[in-house]
C-alpha cells in the first residue's frame, strides 16, 4: 500500500485536484442550496485527500495538522453550521442563478483556460512535486469568484467565498508545501469567524428585507 | 493481417453481443426492482419478451412506406456493428482496421436517423414527437460523446478503439485525471443516449415526456422485437465502450485464445457491476423536466471539453 503509494503519488495528488476542480464546476452548476453545501464538504475533503499526500510526499510533518485542521474545519464544522443556518432560516428553496447555466459554464471553461495559461511560467519555476496542481488552484479560485458573482442569494455568496479559500489552501500546498501552521491557524480561525459573522448578517438581510436577496442591499441609502 | 485467432475473437464478440445484450438489460430491470423493494421479473425477462413479440403478427398502419418496415432491421444492423467494433473480449479484431472512435459514433447516428425518420413515417403525433426529442437529445449528447473519445484518442495517439483499449490496458497502472473528466461526461451522455432516467424513464408508456418509447408506439410484432433487441445492444455498446476506455483491465491482448477465454468472466463481472451502478443511479435520480436535458447534456459537453483541456495542459 505505502509502496503504491510513493509510485503514484504525484498521479494522485493530480488526480485530487482535477477532482476539486470538476466539483467546483459542479457548484457553479447547482442550483439546490442543501446540494451545494454537500459539495463544498466533498471538495474540502478532496482537499484534505490531497493535503495528505502532498505531506507523505514531502515529509512535511506539519502538513498532517494542516489536512487534520481541513478536515475538521471545513468538511465537518462549517458545513455542518451551513446546514443549521440554513435550517433556522428556513431556506431550503432552490439557488437561482442571474445567468443561465450553460452560459455560466462557458465562462468558466475560458476562465480555466486563462489561469492554466496564467500559470504556465509560474510552474516552471516552481520545482515541487505538484507544479500542476497550481494551475487547478487558480482556476478553482476563480470559479469560486465566478459563483460569487452570478449568485444573487446570500448563502450561497458565502460557499463561493469558503470555497475561494479551499483554492488558496490547494495553491498554498501545491506551490510551497503549505504555508506557516501560525499562519494555517490564522487563516482557518478567520474563515471560521467569517461564516459567524456571515451567519448573523444573514438573519439581519432576512428581517430587513424578508430575503436573503443581496441585490436589495444595492438599495441602501442613507436619506 | 487477420489471423484466424483474430477472426474468431471478432466472431466471438459479435455472437457474445447480440445474445447477451438482453440479459443485460434484464440484469439493469432486475437491480431496480431489488433497489426498490419489488421481486423483480428475473434477468431473462427479456428473452420472453422477444419471444413472444417474434411469435406475434405484425399490425402496419396504411400509410406505413418501405422505409417502416426496414427501419428495424437497419437499426439492428448498424448496433449490431457497432458492437463488433467496440473491443471487449480482445483487441485484436479485423473490424478495426475499417471503423475507428469516429465512424462509431458515425454509426450509432445512423440508427438514431433510422429510428426518428420511422417514427415520423406514420404521421401521428407522439412519433414526430418523441423523433424530435430524440434528434434534440442526440444532437447535443453526439460533440460530447465525441469529445470522449478524443480525449481518450489525446492519450493513445489513435483513434483506433483497438488502439486506444491496448494502450490503456498494457499500461503500467497510471491516474489519467482526464479520464476522470470523461467519465462523469461519459455516463451523462450514456444515460441520455440509452433513455435512462434523468432524461427519459425506460419503463413508461403513459407519460407526455417520452422519448424513445414515443418513437417506437407504432412498431408491433417482430419490428417492434428488432427494435427492442436493438436498444438493449445500445446499452451494450455504451457499458462495453465505457469499460473499454475507463477499466480496460483484463482484456485479451493479441490473439491468444487462453486470455479470450481468461476476459469474458473479467467483462461479465464487469457488466454486472457496471449494470448495478446504472440501476442505483436510476434509482437515486428523479427524471428531469425535458427542457432540463439541454442544460444536462450542455454540462456534458463542457465537463468532455475540460477533460480534454485537462489532458493537454496538465498531462503533457
Known amino acids: ?223 | 493481417m487477420t489471423s484466424a485467432a483474430g477472426l474468431a475473437a471478432q466472431f466471438a464478440e459479435l455472437i457474445l453481443a447480440v445474445l447477451l445484450a438482453p440479459m443485460l438489460t434484464g440484469w439493469v430491470n432486475q437491480c431496480r426492482a431489488w433497489l426498490q423493494n419489488r421481486s423483480g421479473p428475473g434477468v431473462l425477462q427479456p428473452y420472453r419478451m422477444l419471444l413472444k413479440l417474434f411469435r406475434k403478427e405484425v399490425v402496419l398502419a396504411h400509410n406505413a412506406s418501405p422505409l417502416f418496415r426496414i427501419a428495424p432491421y437497419v437499426i439492428f444492423a448498424c448496433l449490431a456493428l457497432s458492437a463488433a467494433i467496440v473491443p471487449t473480449l480482445s483487441t485484436d479484431l479485423p473490424l478495426n482496421a475499417a471503423a475507428d472512435a469516429i465512424a462509431l459514433v458515425g454509426l450509432l447516428a445512423l440508427a438514431r436517423m433510422f429510428i426518428s425518420l420511422a417514427g415520423m413515417d406514420v404521421g401521428t403525433a407522439f412519433g414526430s414527437l418523441g423523433a424530435r426529442r430524440e434528434m434534440m437529445v442526440g444532437f447535443l449528447a453526439e460533440p460530447a460523446l465525441l469529445m470522449v473519445l478524443f480525449t481518450a484518442s489525446l492519450i493513445s495517439h489513435s483513434t483506433s478503439l483497438a488502439t486506444i483499449v491496448g494502450t490503456l490496458a498494457k499500461n503500467e497502472f497510471v491516474i489519467y485525471p482526464s479520464l476522470a473528466f470523461a467519465g462523469v461526461a461519459f455516463t451523462m451522455v450514456s444515460l441520455a443516449e440509452n433513455a435512462r432516467i434523468p432524461v427519459d424513464n425506460p419503463a413508461t408508456h403513459l407519460e407526455l415526456t417520452m422519448i424513445h418509447e414515443a418513437m417506437v408506439l407504432e412498431y408491433s410484432g417482430r419490428h417492434l422485437a428488432m427494435i427492442e433487441w436493438a436498444a438493449s445492444l445500445k446499452l451494450f455498446v455504451y457499458s462495453c465502450m465505457g469499460l473499454a476506455l475507463f477499466v480496460p483491465f483484463g482484456i485479451a491482448e493479441g490473439g491468444d485464445s487462453a486470455g479470450i477465454l481468461l476476459a469474458l468472466p473479467v467483462l461479465a463481472a464487469k457488466l454486472a457491476v457496471g449494470g448495478a451502478l446504472l440501476a442505483l443511479i436510476e434509482t437515486l435520480s428523479a427524471k428531469m423536466r425535458i427542457f432540463r436535458a439541454p442544460e444536462f447534456l450542455g454540462i456534458a459537453f463542457l465537463v468532455a471539453v475540460l477533460a480534454m483541456l485537462v489532458r493537454v495542459l496538465l498531462e503533457s
Open chain 1, 1 to 223: 500500500m505505502l509502496h503504491f503509494l510513493s509510485l503514484h503519488a504525484a498521479e494522485l495528488i493530480n488526480l485530487c485536484a482535477s477532482l476539486i476542480l470538476l466539483i467546483a464546476f459542479a457548484m457553479l452548476a447547482q442550483r439546490k442550496i442543501l446540494a451545494l453545501i454537500n459539495l463544498f464538504a466533498a471538495q474540502g475533503l478532496m482537499l484534505c485527500v490531497s493535503t495528505v499526500l502532498v505531506a507523505f510526499v514531502s515529509g512535511q510533518a506539519h502538513l498532517y495538522w494542516s489536512a487534520l485542521l481541513t478536515l475538521v474545519l471545513k468538511v465537518l464544522l462549517l458545513p455542518w453550521i451551513l446546514h443549521r443556518l440554513i435550517r433556522k432560516l428556513n431556506v431550503k428553496w432552490d439557488v437561482e442563478t442571474l445567468f443561465n447555466v450553460s452560459t455560466t459554464m462557458i465562462v468558466g471553461i475560458v476562465l480555466v483556460i486563462l489561469a492554466f495559461n496564467l500559470v504556465q511560467p509560474v510552474s516552471q519555476l516552481a520545482g515541487a512535486v505538484t507544479k500542476s496542481t497550481l494551475g487547478i488552484a487558480l482556476a478553482s479560485v476563480l470559479l469560486a469568484f465566478l459563483m460569487m458573482i452570478t449568485r444573487s442569494k446570500a448563502v450561497p455568496q458565502v460557499v463561493g467565498f469558503l470555497a475561494m479559500e479551499n483554492g488558496l489552501v490547494l495553491a498554498a500546498t501545491g506551490a510551497t508545501h503549505g504555508m506557516p501552521m501560525v499562519i494555517e491557524f490564522g487563516i482557518a480561525l478567520d474563515v471560521l469567524v467569517g461564516v459567524l459573522i456571515l451567519g448573523v448578517f444573514f438573519f439581519q438581510i432576512r428581517e430587513r428585507f424578508d430575503s436573503l436577496d443581496t441585490r436589495h442591499l444595492e438599495k441602501l441609502k442613507e436619506t
